[in-house]
Every structure is written in structure tokens, then in C-alpha cells.
């Protein structure tokens, strides 16, 4: 390879480099924003609970609850999502142990696991498809 080519890969190598920090970074600032989330519906069930409270009648809140509740646990697999998307975007891929190792590794590190040839990646566009 040649002085110039390997300066153009080197280049575009910094360039898909920078470009990979933009999108972590975005993603990372949507689980920042979910997280928010999460804590807002903590805040609303506590005062469903305490209005049910004051009222006399703790089971009033039950509904508010179980609704909250089943808005966080929706919060909470949007997170998981994303977390997988930075996975995706730094060519990484999760082992069978829940180990996270870079694309091209052939036998993890942590279990000794061998990947199959074809590396496993997550698609975006369906990303309820579990590995
Ligand atoms: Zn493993």
C-alpha cells in the first residue's frame, strides 16, 4: 500500500472514528433523557400514593400505580434498545455470558464461547430480535 493510501485510510479511519463518537454520544444523550423519564414516573406514582394516603384510601392509587409501573418498564426496554445500538455503533457484539467483545473475536475472552464465523449484528431496524 502506498504513503498516500495508507494517509487515506488513516483519514477515513478518523473520520468513521469522529462520526462513531457523534452517534454514541447521541444515543447517550436519549437514555440520559429516558432516565429523566423514569424518575418523572417515580415522581408521580409517590404522589398518586401520597394523595390515595391523605385521602384514607392507599388502594385509590392502585390504578395510577400499576400504569406508572408499566410506563417505566417500557422506559426501561427502550433504554436496554439503546444500549445495544452503542454495542452496534463501536462494532462490539455480546457474548452468550453477557460479555461484551469487539466485532472479530473469534472465542471470548471471558467464557471461551467460539462465535460463530459470520459476526451476529444486531439489526436496527428490528432491534426486539434478541441475539
Ligand atoms: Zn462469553
Known amino acids: ?4 493510501d495508507k494517509m487515506k ?10 462520526q462513531q463518537t457523534v452517534e454514541i454520544t447521541r444515543i447517550k444523550a436519549s437514555i440520559f433523557a429516558k432516565q429523566k423519564e423514569i424518575e418523572r414516573q417515580y415522581q408521580l406514582i409517590g404522589q398518586q400514593v401520597y394523595q390515595a394516603y391523605s385521602s384514607g384510601s392507599l388502594s385509590l392509587a392502585e390504578t395510577a400505580i400499576a400504569s406508572g409501573a408499566e410506563a417505566i418498564k417500557l422506559i426501561e426496554q427502550e433504554i436496554k434498545l439503546l444500549e445495544h445500538k452503542i454495542v452496534e455503533v463501536k462494532k462490539e457484539k455480546e457474548c452468550v455470558c453477557g460479555k461484551v467483545v469487539l466485532a472479530d473475536t473469534k472465542y471470548c475472552p471471558g467464557c471461551g464461547y467460539k462465535f460463530p464465523n459470520e459476526p451476529v449484528i444486531i439489526d436496527l431496524e428490528n432491534p426486539s430480535r434478541e441475539p
Open 9 to 18: 485510510q488513516g483519514a477515513s479511519e478518523a473520520a468513521k472514528k469522529a
Open 1 to 4: 500500500m502506498s504513503f498516500f
